[in-house]
DNA sequence: TTACAGTGTCACACGGTCGTAACAATTCTC
DNA sequence: GAGAATTGTTACGACCGTGTGACACTGTAA
C-alpha cells in the first residue's frame, strides 16, 4: 500500500478479533479501519473502540466501499476522523493519515506553569503554592493544567469535557461543576481558588485579574 | 441544496471573483468551494485565502468531481479541512458541515472590540474601562458586544431583539429598554454610558461622537 | 475479601438574572 | 402651556444557573 514506504509503521489485521489483539499490543497513533469487516461490522468496532478509555482519543479513517453513504454518515457521527472512498491511491490515503494526524496531535506541553504564585510542574506531576505542595486528584490536575495553559478565555462546559475528558467521551456537562468546586477546594488554602472564575451564563475562566 | 433548510446562512458566489467581494462583506464561518471555478482554480483561492490574516482561520470544505485525486491531495495539503466527492447528498453536505464546524468553532467572532477606552473581549468574556473589570449581566454582555461590533447605527428595539435575544422569542420590546439601563448603569462607573445613545422614535444606538 | 481513593450523578438551596408592569420623567405636538 | 407620546427608572415575582453535599459505582492495593 505504500505506508510503509511512507514512513509508517504498521499492523494489519484481517478481522476485528484480530484488530483487537493488535491494538492492546500497544496504542496506535491512528486506525485505518475498512467498514466491510468479516463477521463483524465495521461500525460496531468504531463504536466499542469509542467507549474504551485506552482507545478513545485514536483517530480513525474508515474505507468505505463507494454508494455507502449511510455508513458514512453514521462513522461521522460516532467519530471517526475522515473516511476515503474506493478505489484511492496510495499517494491520496497517504495525504490523509497526514491531514488527520496533523489535526489530531497537538504538541503536549511538558512545561512549568506559573501563574501568580501557583505553580504547576507536568513533570513532577506536582502543583504547589507559595512553597506549600497542593494535593489534587488526577482530573483536577489535568483541569487546572488545561485551564493554566489557555488563561484569559472562557471556556463552555462541553469544550472543557472535550479537552480535559477528552473527546468521544459522553458525561453530563453539570460533571464539570462538581470537578471545579473540587478543584478550588484544593487551591483554597492558599486563595488560589479565585483564579478559577465562573462566567455565569458560559462557563469557566482562569485568570490572573479580578 | 437544503443549506438553508438546515439553519445555515447562505451566500453564492460564481466565480472566485464574486467570492472575494463576498466575503469581504462579512467573514463567514465555513467556505465551500468548488475545486472548478470559471478563470481562476480553486487552489490558487484557497492558497490566498490562507495567506490573508483575516480569512486564514476559516475552514474550508472542497467540491470535487470524482476522478481529481490530484487535486484532492493538493487541497489537503493546503490546508483544506475536508472534501466531498460529487456526487453526494445534502444529508452528508450538512453531515460534514457540522463535524468541521464542531471541530473549529471555538476561533470564530471572537475579536477584541475597543471603543474610546472601552474595551470588549468575547474570547475571555469580559468587559473593561480603563483598567477596570465591569461586571455585566449575560444580556447585557450580548447587547454591547452587538451594539460595539455595530456602531453608528440606530437599531429599533425589534431588531435588537432578533440579533440579541435571537429570532421567535416573544419579548415585550420595552424589556429592551431595561437592559439599557442595566448596561447604561454598568458602564456609568467610567462614563461610557454616553455611547448608548437613545434615538427617539427609532431605538438606539451605540457611538463615540457625542 | 476489605479499605480506599477517584469519579460521575443527583437533589437541594441559594443567588443572580430576566421579563413585566407601574410610575416618573422627558420630549414632542398642537 | 396642555396633553400625548416616548423613554427612564424602579420594584417584584418567576425562573434559570451554579454551588454544594451526599451517594453509588469502579478499580486498585493491601
Known sequence: MGLNRAGFEVRHADSAEDAEG????????LILLDWMLPGQSGID????????QHFREVPIIMLTA?????DRVRGLDIGADDYLTKPFSPRELVAR????????TPTAGDELVAVDG???DPVSHRVSADDTTINLGPTEFRLL????????RVFTRGQLLDNVWGTNVYVEERTVDVHVRRLRKGLSTTGHDRLVQTVRGTGYRFSSKA
Chains 1, 2 share one sequence.
Open 22 to 29: 493488535a491494538i492492546r499490543l500497544g496504542v496506535p497513533d
Open 45 to 52: 468496532f468504531a463504536r466499542r473502540l469509542r467507549r474504551d
Open 66 to 70: 463507494r454508494g455507502e453513504e449511510e
Open 97 to 104: 493519515i497526514r491531514a488527520v494526524l496533523r489535526r489530531t
Open 118 to 120: 501557583l505553580q504547576l
Open 145 to 152: 493544567h488545561f485551564l493554566m495553559t489557555h488563561p484569559e
